[in-house]
């Protein structure tokens, strides 16, 4: 079982920058490709990015491609989200996620291990 809190989230600008950090314990981080979602209420979980367990391939949804980055120190078993130009529609709650293997998953259903979130709004 791998235990994830999340931190980072709060209340910017449009246009700002937050920084979301999630940190992982209870199993080799390493080994865990890792996601970041975000979920408004009523709506579905949706996928932002994830990355490969080595931190070597990512993806983004075509909504914060070129505003959001992910990234991962497996020597701190964290995974950042940077987000940039950020946007009054960004406002909502964002999750972390791991999967055991190599490569990151967009369904949310594939990630048995989840953070507790942190909320994430942005005013106009």
């Known amino acids: 079982q791998v235990q994830l809190v999340e931190s980072g989230g709060g209340l910017v600008q449009a246009g700002g920058s937050l920084r979301l950090s999630c940190a992982a314990s209870g199993r080799i981080f390493s080994n865990y490709a890792m996601g970041w979602f975000r979920q408004a209420p009523g709506k579905e979980r949706e996928f932002v990015a994830g990355?490969?367990?080595?931190?070597?391939?990512?993806s983004y949804a075509d909504s914060v491609k070129g505003r959001f980055t992910i990234s991962r120190d497996n020597a701190k078993n964290t995974v950042y989200q940077q987000m940039n130009s950020l946007e009054p529609e960004d406002t909502t709650v964002y999750y972390c996620a791991a999967a055991l293997g190599r490569y990151y998953f967009t369904a949310p259903q594939n990630y048995p291990h989840w953070g507790q979130g942190t909320q994430v709004t942005v005013s106009s």
């Open positions: 990355v490969t367990w080595s931190g070597s391939s990512t």
